[in-house]
């Protein structure tokens, strides 16, 4: 219960997957809680904009996609002719982002959190005002911790306007009324290939322009490699080492120009459609923080010590606005050790095993060091097996992809798991666990896996890594 001198005992700034799950978190703890957001509903950029809306496009792009190109048929389902129906795919997104953002508004009337519509920012190191910048209005509050929690917003192209018609962001990309004969995607990283893979299931020609020499920068390389000839499979085109500059809307039409990333002889693309996707920037601007002597860094990221305090006593922050991979998990994760932080409790993340999924088809994923950040830590031994040899997802004529084990040649502790198949999303929770309780491979091969499953497939890499797979 907060004092008398203290509206709330802690204020959370974002009510995104970090925020909201931080105000829970500290509410059921005991602790006087309010949650400020200026969306009309909780839940953030993921839940409103973000993952769920684009999960939701995925699967039924994915679908369709079967129906149309005749896989369903090969397994005896005789679908007729079928007919994109666009705007009941938009509806089924729609009724998927309402039902969870209306679950969040459950939970926090449940936890007796008190939810403060309006933009947050600071007035004092313990003092914030909530309400509409425009106008002035809103209500000042006081609390003992405040958790910025604010998430970040999507990176701008220089020279580039976005006008979410023709030219759109992550977030106009799923609101397109018509399947584009063409788009561009500028950015070959997570977002631009899951939004390129709906437009392109749906009949979209799909180019890809990447400025580094491979798709998805930070992933291990031998993914990134496998994932290009795969995406290239089913229809993607890459431009890679390849920069925009310059974006011309000529009614329905963009034409934008490229060149060599080192610079060279330019050229023009055409498209109905080009989303720009080229990473994501904290969202610190707006929070008058030289109010309360806090500096972004050079990335905008607010620095934290490892229970996420900020140098400025009563404040925290979690999620996107510090530094980390920018993932909705981790942000959850940190939400919780937060509150347990202000509450006395140790809350703690490790940062070191955090998966990565991106969700084409087939999925990718991965958790811990990649090949490359390994080897240059020391000696190790790496087990590789493919999913053509796994039973489960050669008999549904799912064979593309592997698993990638990576473990220190002198400890045998497995030090990062990379993979493609077409649950690698849900496969990399074994991973993760393992790696969180210090598993050697050995410990994963000589674990029994139920058959016949994908799983199979992590425990004969594991195998491999000591040179005695069963299966190749």
């Keep these: 219960m907060a004092s008398e001198q203290y509206d709330f005992d802690v204020l959370v700034i974002g009510a995104g997957p970090g925020g909201y799950v931080a105000a829970i978190r500290a509410a059921q703890l005991g602790l006087k809680t309010a949650c400020a957001d200026s969306r009309d509903t909780l839940g953030g950029t993921c839940l409103n904009v973000g993952c769920i809306p684009s999960k939701a496009m995925l699967h039924g792009s994915e679908l369709y996609e079967e129906a149309h190109d005749g896989t369903l048929a090969k397994w005896g389902v005789d679908t007729g002719t079928v007919k994109l129906d666009l705007g009941q795919l938009h509806a089924t997104r729609l009724e998927a982002v309402k039902g969870l953002t209306q679950g969040i508004e459950f939970l926090f009337k449940k936890n007796k959190i008190e939810w ?160 720009v996707s080229i990473g994501r920037k904290p969202n610190t601007e707006g929070l008058a923080l030289d109010k309360v002597g806090i500096e972004p860094n050079k990335r905008g990221q607010i620095e934290t010590d490892h229970q996420f305090r900020t140098a400025v006593p009563g404040i925290w922050a979690i999620g996107d606005v510090i530094p980390g991979p920018m993932l909705a998990h981790k942000a959850e994760d940190e939400g919780i050790a937060v509150a347990e932080n202000i509450a006395g409790e140790t809350g703690i993340v490790n940062e070191n095993v955090i998966p990565s999924v991106v969700y084409t088809m087939p999925e990718i994923a991965g958790v811990g060091l990649t090949e490359e950040e390994a080897r240059e830590g020391g000696e190790v031994k790496i087990g590789k097996f493919p999913m053509l040899a796994n039973s489960r997802a050669k008999t549904n004529r799912e064979p593309d992809g592997f698993v990638k084990v990576i473990a220190d040649a002198k400890t045998d502790r497995v030090l990062g798991v990379w993979m493609i198949n077409s649950v690698a999303g849900t496969m990399i929770g074994e991973a993760a666990v393992a790696m969180e309780f210090g598993a050697t491979s050995e410990d994963i091969a000589y674990t029994c896996h139920a058959h016949p499953t994908h799983e199979e497939a992590l425990k004969e890499a594991a195998m491999a890594v000591t040179g005695k797979p069963i299966h190749i």
């Design 116 to 275: 403060l519509k309006g933009h947050a920012s600071f007035e004092s190191a313990d003092t914030v005002k909530v309400g509409d910048p425009s106008t002035g209005s809103g209500r000042t509050v006081r609390a003992k911790n405040i958790v910025i929690a604010t998430g970040s917003s999507v990176t701008q192209l220089p020279g580039i306007a976005i006008d979410q018609e023709r030219i759109v962001d992550s977030t106009g990309a799923l609101e397109l009324a018509q399947v584009p004969k063409r788009m561009v995607v500028i950015g070959g990283g997570v977002i631009g290939l899951e939004l390129g893979s709906v437009w392109r299931r749906l009949g979209a020609e799909v180019t890809v322009v990447e400025f580094l020499d491979q798709i998805l920068p930070g992933f291990d390389g031998d993914v990134r490699k496998e994932a290009n000839k795969i995406l290239k499979k089913q229809g993607f085109e890459f431009r890679l080492s390849t920069k925009v500059t310059k974006a011309e809307r000529k009614g329905d039409t963009v034409t934008l120009t490229v060149e060599p990333a080192e610079g060279g002889k330019a050229e023009t693309l055409e498209a109905a459609v080009v989303l």
